[in-house]
């Protein structure tokens, strides 16, 4: 067929062929199936690590604490407190005094 039509034939319209999907259904089930059970399983391993991480046998407001004598100031201390690296002048931390 030389680039003629036969002139009996006739044109019929085609449909265009569906488009492609990017994710198929099963695909978006699956992924949020698993996401789900991921950021649930995430969660919880979270919620153990922040128990881990939570300080123990912490006492409440105003309980007493021991200091030991050497890191307390004489009250006739020339304003700095001792600490550990006091050795170091970038690390101390000015004593402000009695009311603040």
Same mark, same amino acid.
């Given at each position: 067929?030389?680039?003629?039509?036969? *002139?009996?034939? %006739?044109?019929?319209?085609? &449909?265009? *062929? #569906?488009? @492609?999907?990017?994710?198929?259904?099963?695909?978006? @089930?699956? $992924? =949020? /199936?698993?996401?789900?059970?991921?950021?649930?399983?995430?969660?919880? @391993? =979270?919620?153990?690590?922040?128990? /881990?991480?939570? *300080?123990?046998?912490?006492?409440? /407001?105003? $309980?007493?604490?021991? %200091?030991?004598?050497?890191? %307390?100031?004489? #009250?006739?201390? $020339? =304003?700095?407190?001792?600490?550990?690296? &006091?050795?170091? #002048?970038?690390?101390? %931390?000015?004593?402000? !005094? *009695? =009311? !603040?």
């Amino acid at each position: 067929m030389d680039g003629q039509q036969n *002139p009996d034939s %006739v044109d019929v319209a085609r &449909a265009a *062929p #569906p488009p @492609v999907s990017v994710i198929n259904r099963r695909a978006l @089930v699956l $992924t =949020g /199936f698993w996401g789900s059970n991921a950021a649930v399983a995430a969660a919880i @391993v =979270g919620g153990w690590g922040i128990d /881990f991480l939570w *300080p123990k046998k912490l006492a409440g /407001f105003g $309980t007493p604490v021991d %200091v030991k004598a050497s890191k %307390v100031p004489a #009250p006739s201390a $020339t =304003g700095q407190v001792k600490q550990d690296g &006091a050795d170091n #002048p970038s690390r101390a %931390v000015p004593y402000p !005094g *009695p =009311g !603040g």
